[in-house]
């Protein structure tokens, strides 16, 4: 999330495998409702608007550099961990992104999913269970 050169808030996001403790995807900026009572994900739309990636030097440190229509540069990130918050608990979810090089090229594609998690976070260690299905994320 930032300031648009217009000043207009803009939330951008990438994705991808984490490979060799690095990430690297397109940069896309999303416009629509903002999330709260009524919104609706399927009125989220997205543009590609360049790349971006992050390399991970250790649990607390990564480079994030990036490239897109308004700029490009390089950011070094530092955690700061100022407490223990307890995640545990029922959580609603949703997620949209975009498949490609699937098994199945039918799966390729724009995908919309909502649903609800349970949370059982214990120290560093977070499990996630996706209610519907049962499956452990």
């Given amino acids: 999330y930032h300031y648009a050169p217009g000043e207009d808030p803009t939330f951008l996001v990438f994705s991808g495998l984490l490979i060799n403790d690095a990430v690297s995807g397109t940069l896309w900026r999303s416009y629509g409702p903002l999330p709260g009572t009524g919104y609706n994900p399927l009125a989220v739309d997205r543009v590609a608007v360049g790349t971006a990636s992050m390399q991970f030097q250790s649990d607390n440190q990564a480079t994030f550099t990036y490239n897109y229509d308004v700029g490009s540069g390089v950011m070094n990130l530092q955690r ?9 608990g029922i959580w609603q979810y949703s997620a949209v992104g975009e498949s490609d090089d699937c098994t199945l090229p039918a799966n390729d594609g724009a995908f919309t999913d909502t649903g609800v ?7 560093t260690a977070l499990d996630l269970v996706e209610n519907q299905s049962g499956v452990t994320i």
């Fill in 80 to 88: 700061f961990s100022f407490g223990q918050q307890d995640f545990s």
């Fill in 117 to 123: 998690l349970s949370a059982s976070h214990q120290g």
